[in-house]
């Protein structure tokens, strides 16, 4: 069954709770405080950094990194991972977890991207989610990072996490997230406020023990719960 064509998420929240001022507070002091704030998955062109996309859900992305070193030695083309063995590609993938339906999504996503976009990642949102195992956030990672459009703002679980913390969203809905973070953040750096977020996350304002302490926006952050 094809997935419906792409749209931009629309929020049945009222809207963001933040403002575009306190937004760029924000983003500047994060910038500063993370200037190597990049995706951190290993790639050497659009195809690589779909797939690894692919291989890091609910994964981490050094491990992701240990795996695609040689899985794309293995398979250095969309037609070779469309042509591999299933059990293979599973036993290549393993240590990513989720290996049986990740295979089969990334088997089946380059199929598709050999017999329809001849063997070449789509450079839309529309095209991209119609691939299997491409959801939105994927397709907003690669876009930004690969290509350099900005069609949206990639979110997972740190990004969810500290965004709410600091105001700057109020769901737990990743459509919702996506669209609060659109009207405050400007365009031009909606792929960098992802990687602004997540370094963040992982480096102070973590899930259990945050370390507000040491946190260069606590005096913007409005969370209730911050640490003495």
Known sequence: MTRPRAKTPRS????????????????????????????????????????????????TDERVNRVTKDLFRRYPT????????PTEMEEAIRPTGFYRNKAKSII????????????????????????????RKTANIVLGNAFGLSEGIAVDTHVTRVANRLGLVKSEKQDEIEQQ?????????????????????????????PDCPRCPVLHLCPWPHKTA
């Open 12 to 59: 049945t929240s009222t809207g963001s709770p933040s403002t575009p001022a306190h937004a760029k507070k924000l983003l500047a002091i994060l910038e500063a405080t993370y200037p190597d704030a990049r995706v951190t998955l290993d790639f050497k062109n659009p195809f690589q950094l779909l797939i690894a996309t692919i291989l890091a859900a609910q994964c």
């Open 181 to 209: 973070l659109c009207r405050v953040i400007p365009r031009e750096t909606w792929t960098l406020i992802t990687h602004l977020l997540i370094f963040h996350g992982r480096a102070i304002c973590k899930a259990q023990r």
């Open 108 to 135: 089946g996503c380059c199929r598709m991207l050999v017999e329809e976009y001849g063997g070449q990642v789509p450079r839309t949102m529309e095209e991209l989610i119609r691939l299997p195992g491409v959801w």
């Open 78 to 85: 969309p037609k070779a991972f469309a042509e591999a063995d």
